[in-house]
C-alpha cells in the first residue's frame, strides 16, 4: 500500500444543534470548528442538520414543513 496517500483518521465531534445532541466518533472528515469534550480534551466539530436525535422516524414526532407555500407553488406553476 502506497504511504502518504489516505486522509487522516482522527476523533471528532458531530453535533445536531435542533436536537442538542452532540456524539464523538472517528472520521476522515476536518473543520477548522473545534469543541471542548467533556473529557477535557479540544476536538473538531461538524455540525449536521439532521441526527437520529431528531429524525422524525426514530423520534416519532413529525416535523411540519412549508406545505402551504409548496401547494401554493404548485396551483401557480400548473394553474390550477
Not at 471542548?36 to 461538524?46: N, Q, R
Not at 442538520?49 to 431528531?54: E, G, V, Y
Amino acid at each position: 500500500m502506497r504511504s502518504a496517500i489516505h486522509p487522516e483518521y482522527r476523533e471528532i465531534v458531530f453535533r445536531d444543534k435542533s436536537a442538542d445532541f452532540a456524539f464523538l466518533t472517528r472520521s476522515t472528515l476536518d473543520s477548522d470548528k473545534t469543541v471542548e469534550w467533556t473529557d477535557g480534551k479540544t476536538y473538531p466539530v461538524v455540525d449536521v442538520d439532521i441526527s437520529a436525535a431528531s429524525h422524525p422516524f426514530w423520534t416519532g414526532k413529525g416535523r411540519v414543513l412549508d406545505t402551504a407555500g409548496r401547494i401554493e407553488q404548485f396551483n401557480r406553476r400548473y394553474g390550477r
